[in-house]
């Protein structure tokens, strides 16, 4: 079936820094989500990319659709102590849009 | 606005014992949907519901019931606990098939 790969697995970084993660598959996905999810609570949503190419930014956060579909990247500028937790991109099933499959996730620490 | 409510936070199950996660939301969403969250792992579908009166299995629907009688509402049902399905239950909804979804808290399930 459909895979979402997330790399890193885990950053720690120093309060101030950039941060990038990304988001493959060897299936196209025709939309990408970016969600965080903070300790405890529900994953909430960061950023959707509809089209290929698209670049969105929210705030002090961006993300890009790739052009192949495969894959797709979210950046964060000026990383700040509250950015801590766990980010997942997630796309709808080739089989079945209502269906959501997400990647394993990226965990972030942020030194202050 | 309350969004997508999840009851109970927590709870600990014997091994066969049965019970009912509750799922409730409040912005008139046609698509609900159920996950389950292991460590080291993304979100995973269990069933979901494109409205009332119809539902469909997800990825791992095994050991696990559901239905959807109005539109504000779709419990999760364990038929008779087992310690694999220790994990973080999450509900979700959304109001279209490509959309985003609106994640609740979640409910802590552990199966001894």
């Known amino acids: 079936g459909q895979q979402l790969n997330q790399s890193p697995q885990s950053m720690f970084i120093q309060e101030g820094e950039d941060v990038s993660m990304n988001c493959t598959s060897s299936?196209?996905?025709?939309?990408w989500l970016w969600y965080k999810q903070d300790p405890g609570e529900g994953p909430v949503l960061l950023i959707a990319?509809?089209?290929?190419?698209e670049l969105t930014s929210n705030g002090r956060l961006t993300a890009q659709f790739g052009i192949t579909r495969k894959d797709s990247f979210l950046n964060i500028s000026a990383s700040i102590p509250s950015d801590v937790g766990i980010y997942f991109c997630?796309?709808?099933?080739?089989?079945?849009?209502?269906?959501?499959?997400f990647g394993s996730g990226t965990r972030l620490l942020v030194r202050p | 606005n309350a969004g997508v409510t999840q009851t109970p936070k927590f709870q600990v199950l014997k091994t066969g014992q049965s019970m009912t996660l509750q799922c409730a939301q409040d912005?008139?969403?046609?698509?609900m949907s159920w996950y389950r969250q292991d460590p080291g792992m993304g979100l995973r579908l269990i069933h979901y519901?494109?409205?009332?009166?119809?539902?469909d299995q997800g990825e791992v629907p095994n050991g696990y019931n559901v239905s959807r009688s109005t539109t504000e509402d779709f419990p999760l049902r364990l038929l008779s606990a087992a310690p694999s399905q220790t994990s973080v239950y999450f509900c979700?909804?959304?109001?279209?098939?490509?959309?985003?979804?609106?994640f609740g808290q979640g409910t802590r399930l552990t199966v001894v």
């Open positions: 299936s196209i996905f025709n939309t």
């Open positions: 519901s494109v409205g009332a009166g119809i539902t």
């Open positions: 997630a796309g709808p099933s080739m089989d079945s849009s209502y269906k959501l499959i």
């Open positions: 979700a909804s959304s109001y279209n098939r490509l959309a985003e979804a609106f």
């Open positions: 912005m008139n969403h046609e698509y």
């Open positions: 990319l509809y089209k290929a190419g």
